[in-house]
């Protein structure tokens, strides 16, 4: 038996938890080697040429194969145990997420682990890599964007995956999310609205972060409004980098009325500066943020903010988690949970 739990000389068959993963037998007959010997290539290298190591090393970055790393059980044998991978935790953002996830998979007698990517794809696809390895029953991560190696990965490894904080037409496999373009335009929309002309955006790098700029800025040049003034700062975001980049605008001459925060810690560290600099909110400055944190709506002038529903996302992740690893259909794999906008006293 391969350490995948496919026979030696048995054709591959189709995991009943996933989509087809691709074994150590699939890599033998790409390498041109034996099982055997593709498993002493994975296993014990020093056992066979450097060759037979080269044929099996490329069928295998061919393939996107990772090694089960639980090698001698059977591969219909389940683990009970989830894995999850966010950007962050030292933000509060995904906080509701992992907890509503955490309990949501608790109540059907499953376990999570959490890993986090550091807003980084290099360190994504370490994580990946380890937790495939260990062949949990099913895999959360944060966002669309993968590299290509990650997404190989993935796919190869027919493992439940399901996509969170994000929309996309093509999912890994499963997705549970919002659209940020549509929260940038109506966030410009919104401000608009509200008789704001002259805007500001303060956001993080992350690519998340990022389409919602672009997509604020598109909007409010379609409204016909003066070009949208932008302070980027490093993910994850603080009250520091917030203060920071409005001390930034405001240095730089920047005549605005209006900022939306890429985060609500983001808008708390702008309100603090505003307020410093005896800048009225909202009567100077008019501030939204992102993320509807506990916080927002006891600040001092409450904290307009774009609300999600991050224990829905939890939850709902799980829901096909559970559904996928116990062999039961999921009828629809995509669900958009969309966004509202908490207006409050900051704008």
């Not at 360190?123 to 669309?144: C, N, Y």
């Amino acid at each position: 038996m391969t350490s995948d739990g496919v026979k030696d000389g048995e054709t591959p068959r189709r995991s009943r938890r996933g989509s087809g993963a691709v074994t150590l037998h699939d890599v033998a007959r790409i390498a041109g080697v034996a099982p055997i010997t593709a498993s002493r290539a994975v296993n014990t290298p020093t056992q066979v040429s450097a060759e037979v190591l080269r044929k099996v090393s490329d069928a295998i970055a061919r393939t996107g194969y990772v090694p089960n790393r639980t090698a001698g059980a059977l591969a219909s044998a389940r683990s009970r145990l989830i894995a999850a991978v966010v950007p962050t935790i030292a933000g509060s953002v995904f906080l509701a997420s992992v907890q509503a996830l955490t309990e949501t998979l608790a109540a059907s007698g499953y376990q999570l682990m959490l890993g986090q990517s550091g807003y980084d794809p290099q360190r994504e696809d370490a994580l990946l890599e380890a937790i495939i390895g260990r062949r949990p029953d099913g895999i959360v991560l944060t966002g669309i964007l993968h590299t290509p190696e990650g997404r190989r990965r993935l796919v190869a490894a027919g493992i439940p995956v399901v996509e969170t904080w994000d929309l996309t037409p093509t999912p890994i496999d499963m997705l549970v999310g919002f659209s940020h373009v549509d929260v940038g335009r109506r966030v410009a929309e919104h401000l608009h609205g509200r008789g704001r002309r002259r805007l500001a955006i303060v956001s993080g790098d992350d690519e998340r972060a990022r389409r919602r700029e672009d997509a604020f800025a598109s909007a409010a040049q379609a409204l016909g409004l003066p070009e949208v003034r932008h302070v980027i700062v490093p993910a994850p975001t603080t009250l520091r980098s917030g203060r920071a980049a409005l001390s930034e605008l405001l240095q730089a001459g920047a005549d605005v009325d209006a900022v939306f925060c890429s985060s609500d810690m983001l808008a708390l560290g702008v309100i603090t500066e505003a307020q410093s600099r005896g800048l009225a909110v909202p009567e100077a400055l008019a501030v939204i943020g992102f993320g509807d944190l506990e916080f927002a709506a006891d600040l001092h002038p409450a904290l307009s903010t774009v609300r999600i529903n991050g224990a829905e996302i939890g939850r709902q992740a799980a829901r096909f988690i559970v559904e996928r690893a116990e062999g039961r259909p999921v009828e629809s794999r995509i669900v958009d949970i969309g966004f509202s906008i908490a207006e409050r006293e900051s704008v």
